[in-house]
């Protein structure tokens, strides 16, 4: 099954415009609409960084993680 994807946008009436396909005409399809995220344009600062993430890994023992994940992998 070949999938197609097209960027549109909702107009204030609630319709949507899709590219002239010929490939479409007369067949069924089905729409899934997916909300385009929206990407913050601004960087995040180092002390917003350090403050969401400081102890992320709190109370773990690095070293054992480390050790069981290459035994593990090299069995």
Do not use: C, H
């Not at 007369?26 to 993430?53: G, R």
């Amino acid at each position: 099954m070949k999938a197609f994807r097209f960027m549109t946008k909702i107009s204030n009436s609630g319709t949507i415009q899709l590219p002239n396909n010929p490939d479409l005409f007369d067949q069924e399809v089905e729409i899934i609409i997916l909300p385009k995220e929206k990407i913050n344009k601004e960087p995040m600062k180092a002390t917003e960084f350090v403050k969401k993430w400081a102890g992320f890994l709190q109370g773990i023992d690095i070293e054992k993680q480390k050790f069981d994940y290459l035994s593990e992998k090299y069995k």
